[in-house]
């Protein structure tokens, strides 16, 4: 366990972004992007930070060259926002409609995220016996080589209450009066779009989150 300053949280030294993979060559090339990175904000008199000093005090203080202007929202951004690799499915904004106030769980786990089967299937039967509405952003390639990964009857079983898209427009739906709680990978996009909505947040994290 590692500590920056008494003023911030211990971490855990095999969730340093270059250590949370088992292939030793792409470690080898993260720690290198990051060191090249380190050198390389050397030569800047500021670097401006999507973050704010309530939320990051501790780190903020830490580094005086950094000026945070955030948080900056999908919703205020000009044009396509960055990382929408696949068209959004906007139709589930009217299913959202029809569920009551604060009672759906939205789950989505950014661009990057990949579930073996098993834990695929451990999160679909999690929602299930919630006995909870849920809105699921399920990828094309969020699962390993897998073409139906869903626990066998899943989708009959839920289908009163449950909607997986492979897409949403993200920071419409955590803006919706129907959503309840955010569970995520916690990737900063979506922790800042969380947070600014006020929405409730059960913590996934997968790579260097």
């Not at 990051?56 to 955030?70: D, M, Q, R, Y």
């Not at 960055?82 to 789950?107: M, N, R």
């Not at 909870?132 to 399920?138: A, E, I, K, S």
């Not at 990737?187 to 996934?204: A, D, H, Q, R, Y």
């Amino acid at each position: 366990m590692i500590q920056l300053s008494p003023s911030m949280p211990s971490m855990n030294t095999e969730n340093i972004p270059w250590l949370c993979f088992h292939d030793e060559k792409t470690n080898k090339s993260i720690f290198d992007l990051f060191s090249r990175n380190n050198k390389a904000v050397k030569f800047a008199d500021r670097l401006i930070s999507n973050s704010s000093y309530e939320l990051e005090s501790a780190a903020f203080a830490l580094f005086p060259n950094f000026l945070p202007i955030g948080p900056l929202l999908a919703s205020n951004r000009l044009g396509k926002s960055i990382g929408h690799f696949w068209p959004e499915d906007s139709t589930c904004l009217e299913w959202l409609d029809q569920q009551p106030a604060q009672s759906v769980i939205y789950v989505a786990f950014g661009s990057f995220t990949v579930f073996s089967q098993i834990q695929f299937q451990e999160l679909a039967m999690g929602l299930e016996i919630t006995n909870r509405p849920f809105l699921w952003v399920v990828r094309p390639d969020i699962t390993e080589k897998v073409t139906d990964a869903y626990p066998r009857g899943f989708k009959e079983r839920v289908a009163t209450r449950g909607r997986m898209v492979g897409w949403a427009p993200q920071d419409k739906v955590l803006g919706h009066p129907s959503v309840g709680c955010f569970l995520s990978h916690c990737g900063w996009n979506s922790t800042i779009e969380g947070l600014s909505n006020g929405i409730p947040f059960l913590c996934w994290p997968f790579f260097a989150d």
